[in-house]
């Protein structure tokens, strides 16, 4: 709140407000107020996906098709909460996130009775743009979720507009069914009060090649009336184009799903619907790659309060990135992404693309979805399972060790 800010804390607010007027574009550019600074990269953010590990394999376990693609995107809702705004309630306020280094890890498990292990891998793709690339997994209930984001960002009066550059794929092996799920553009509020936070807009989709489409739109305070973390999403027949569900409410708290105008499910946040929480390694097994391990100092010079090293120790990160950029330039050599592979396109996702873009335009009158240029994500994001395989069974064991070599420690 204004008032939390108070002396050079206020000034160097008003500063910061000034100098993001002017912003170009690029987040991670961005040079923040120390105290708004996090000591949590933006590669450990795909771990959000999974938070209710019993949601994320649900489908899996259900015959009907139809209730299937409810169940997806009722986990899908669920997910709302701590991708957007966990920080904001843990911490008071959204923070600026590190900025993950090309090759940056995060790797971990979640565990659940219910559920079994589902694991986590998310890796830096790309630095320039940044992108990240993630692939969750649950091998007993063969549930796979892979995809890979990144952002655009632009500032229009007092507020940051970010749009996401990307998709997840949901993949249920029992049913050999996809489902394509596109990422919500959201804005930074608060920025004045020096207390910013996350507020979704516009719509996404989910489109199966089951044949069901969801249509998800977001809306805040501002709207007529509306309460702010507002959703409403519509489940449809592909092929009959009849509206089958609708599940509305507050993403931040309770869902309500409905067929036709019946109530038939409620979902909410809090002590009903527990969070797991993920469990990594400790950090002296961890690689050097892997992002606690490698921003150790940094974070505990944030921890401290120690403004002055958290910017030594943040240019020893850089400079020996961009010491290791110059050197492959020089050899003619890039960096392998340990777990990922950059394509020009996905056929399975062309066609779900064109599917959903075709029933929004013949049935719902609206304009179709598009895929993103892979120019804005340096390419198409895929987990490469010969690549996982390869470091499991410790074949790549040579490469792991040389890359963990190239972080400073
Ligand atoms: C990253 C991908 C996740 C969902 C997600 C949630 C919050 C977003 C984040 C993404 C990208 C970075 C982000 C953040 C909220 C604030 C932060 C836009 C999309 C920016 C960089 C911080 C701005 C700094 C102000 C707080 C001063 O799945």
């Not at 292990?117 to 830096?124: G, N, P, W």
């Not at 596109?182 to 989910?206: C, D």
Request: aromatic share 10%; hydrophobic share 35%; net charge neutral.
């Amino acid at each position: 709140m204004a008032a939390a800010l108070t002396g050079s804390a206020k000034s160097t607010w008003a500063s910061f407000l000034k100098s993001i007027a002017s912003f170009n574009g690029d987040l991670a550019s961005m040079t923040a107020p120390p105290f708004i600074l996090s000591k949590t990269s933006l590669v450990e953010y795909s771990a959000y996906w999974t938070e209710h590990p019993k949601l994320f394999v649900a489908p899996a376990k259900e015959q009907d098709p139809e209730k299937r693609a409810l169940l997806v995107l009722k986990w899908f809702l669920s997910t709302l909460k701590q991708q957007y705004s966990s920080r904001s309630e843990k911490l008071g306020s959204e923070k600026k996130p590190l900025n993950p280094f090309l090759g940056e890890l995060f790797l971990g498990h979640w565990e659940d009775e219910e559920a079994g292990k589902t694991e986590l891998i998310s890796e830096q793709v790309s630095h320039h743009p940044p992108v990240t690339a993630y692939s969750i997994f649950n091998e007993k209930h063969g549930v796979k979720l892979q995809g890979y984001n990144g952002q655009k960002a632009g500032f229009a009066s007092m507020t940051i507009n970010v749009k996401q550059v990307g998709i997840a794929r949901l993949r249920l092996e029992k049913w050999d069914e996809e489902y394509l799920i596109t990422l919500p553009a959201l804005h930074i509020e608060g920025l004045v009060y020096g207390s910013p936070f996350v507020e979704l807009e516009k719509s996404t989709i989910i489109q199966s090649s089951s044949g069901f489409f969801a249509k998800i739109d977001y809306t805040g305070k501002g709207w007529v009336g509306g309460k702010s973390n507002s959703v409403s999403a519509e489940l449809y027949d592909n092929k009959t184009g009849k509206l089958l569900y609708t599940i509305s409410g507050q993403w931040t708290k309770e869902l309500v799903i409905k067929k036709a105008k019946t109530e038939v499910e409620r979902f909410e946040h809090g002590d009903k619907n527990p969070t797991t929480g993920l469990t990594i390694k400790p950090i002296e097994e961890q690689d050097p790659l892997e992002s606690r391990r490698a921003w150790a100092k940094v974070g505990a010079a944030i921890d401290k309060g120690d403004y002055d090293e958290t910017g030594i120790e943040k240019s020893k990160i850089e400079n020996a990135q961009r010491d290791l950029r110059k050197k492959e330039k020089e050899e003619g050599t890039t960096w392998e992404r340990r777990y990922f592979t950059a394509v020009d396109k996905v056929d399975e996702v062309d066609a779900l693309v064109e599917r959903a873009g075709k029933f929004m335009k013949t049935v719902l009158g609206l304009t179709p979805i598009s895929m993103d240029e892979p120019a804005k994500t340096n390419g198409v994001w895929v987990f490469d399972t010969k690549k996982y395989e390869d470091v499991v069974s410790g074949r790549k064991a040579e490469e792991v060790r040389r890359a963990g070599e190239t972080v400073l420690e």
